[in-house]
């Protein structure tokens, strides 16, 4: 008999039963007054998710579109920036960036490190010219949760603009856009937000709206000033993703039918479960500290491989993992615990890791690792998300 598919990774994440039936429902037109019904609705949905009285603009894109759309609205040619390079993704920004033609400067972290905010202050010191901060608030290629209101904190007392890609973070962990006093946070629909890859999600602050307004930008398709006057007529600039908006509505009264801070508490336990299992197994992590809420960057033993662990996991448990990226793709694996999963997926996921370590690696570990895994869980629901849980004797 076939096993359960257990999508454990970094994203795309499972979708919910109730989202699944509403991408189903038969297709509505995008200019219509159903459409824009609930695209008004949406919109006090998605600030509330975002922590923001701006706009939130519904973006037919994926993540790194809506990086690219921040990039292009935000900052001209010639204009230079503060790029914080830790993993995968930091590169990305500075990537984009550069297509732009905005000269960077970077500021380079160890991959499975967070940047302080020291650094940044001393970059900003440094350099009175820079324009932008650019950074994620997970990078989702290590597992790292950066300081974003410490940083925040620093930019907002400047006229440097922080954007934040929240692509691993939003709905996930806190990140309140106007407390913080982010300009520009941004996210993707395959992680925390339960669905299907393909729509995206900026918001800007009223000094980021300003210095948008008076960008010229050289993209067509990523115009916010834009985007802001449709999406307040329920409405976006091109042809709407309408299926994954309509799917968005479901999962935003999904994530807010209690409130945030009780899907903080489910994130974090969630994390402690899975960082427990992994310290019991014996194993090392990519990040010791200041480590994101939504993935575990698991170290493998010298010699084992990841593809042939992630593999294993998905052919005879049906759990799928992912591994490193660059340098780290064959010796850490990347556990996702994001979205639409629950403590038994991801107790699956470490049965078929211990499992799957035996089998690739010839490697022995504890034997309680799910039961340590599974108090830590239980522990974590009883204190304040992101605070140390007591031992597990306790």
């Known amino acids: 008999m076939r096993n359960k598919i257990r999508l454990l990774t970094p994203g795309p994440t499972p979708l919910p039963e109730r989202v699944r039936l509403v991408l189903a429902q038969d297709m509505i037109h995008h200019r219509k007054s159903v459409f824009k019904e609930t695209l008004h609705a949406l919109q006090g949905k998605l600030r509330t998710l975002f922590g923001t009285q701006e706009v939130v603009l519904p973006l037919s894109c994926s993540g790194t579109g809506a990086m690219t759309a921040a990039v292009h609205g935000l900052f001209k040619p010639g204009e230079k920036v503060l790029v914080v390079e830790g993993g995968k993704f930091g590169q990305r920004w500075r990537n984009i960036a550069q297509t732009r033609g905005i000269e960077c400067v970077t500021l380079e972290v160890p991959w499975g490190e967070a940047v302080t905010s020291q650094a940044i202050q001393e970059a900003l010191t440094k350099d009175p010219s820079l324009r932008g901060v650019l950074v994620q608030a997970s990078e989702t290629s290590t597992g790292v949760l950066h300081p974003i209101k410490d940083i925040a904190a620093l930019t907002s007392k400047t006229d440097v603009l922080l954007v934040v890609d929240g692509i691993s973070a939003v709905g996930i962990s806190p990140c309140p856009m106007d407390d913080w006093k982010i300009d520009c946070l941004l ?56 299926n994954l908006i309509m799917g968005l509505n479901e999962s935003m009264d999904m994530l ?20 427990t ?61 994001m979205g639409w999963l629950d403590w038994a997926d991801v107790l699956a996921g470490l049965h078929a890791l211990q499992y799957s370590l035996v089998q690739v690696g010839g490697y022995s570990a504890s034997r309680d690792y799910l039961e340590q895994a599974l108090n830590a869980y239980h522990h974590a629901l009883l204190v304040q998300p992101g605070q140390a849980i007591p031992p597990a004797h306790s």
């Open 187 to 242: 996210t993707g629909s395959q992680k925390g937000l339960m669905l299907p890859p393909g729509l995206a999600l900026l918001a800007l602050s009223s000094r980021a709206w300003k210095k948008a307004e008076e960008i010229s930008s050289d993209c067509f398709y990523f115009n916010l000033p834009k985007e802001r006057d449709n999406c307040l007529k329920g409405q976006t600039l091109f042809t709407s993703p309408v």
């Open 256 to 275: 807010l039918e209690a409130d945030l801070d009780e899907l903080y508490r489910k994130q974090w336990a969630l994390t402690m479960l899975t960082r």
């Open 277 to 337: 299992g992994v310290q019991a197994l014996g194993l090392d992590f990519l990040a010791p500290s200041h480590f994101t809420w939504g993935l575990t960057s698991v170290r493998l033993p010298s010699g084992v491989s990841a593809p042939n662990v992630v593999k294993m996991a998905a052919e005879y448990f049906g759990v799928y993992m992912a591994g490193g990226q660059d340098h780290l793709k064959s010796s850490v694996i990347r556990i996702g615990h």
